[in-house]
């Protein structure tokens, strides 16, 4: 059984968050993570991260319609910007 670490920030604060979720990577779901943070009424929005220009916003926001689908973690850093 794996365990996932994700790194989030929640509204504009410069320390970042760690979650840990015991799960492999390629079974983590918007909802599993939803779960561990408990924040009702959040938007969450992906960011990746480029060598060249550094952490990029990818522009995804996933509504709760997308709780289920699984996040494509080769392209993503884990790195989450949690807005109320």
């Not at 939803?34 to 959040?42: A, F, S, T």
């Amino acid at each position: 059984m794996g365990e996932t670490k994700i790194i989030y920030h929640m509204d504009e604060q410069e320390t970042p968050y760690l979650v840990k979720l015991p799960l492999p990577a390629d079974s983590v779901t918007l909802a599993d993570f939803k779960l561990v943070l408990n924040k009702p009424n959040y938007k969450f929005f992906f960011k990746s991260m480029d060598q060249d220009f550094g952490v990029c916003g990818a522009g995804v926001v996933l509504a709760d319609r997308a709780a289920s689908r699984k996040f494509r973690w080769e392209l993503l850093s884990g790195i989450f910007v949690v807005e109320s």
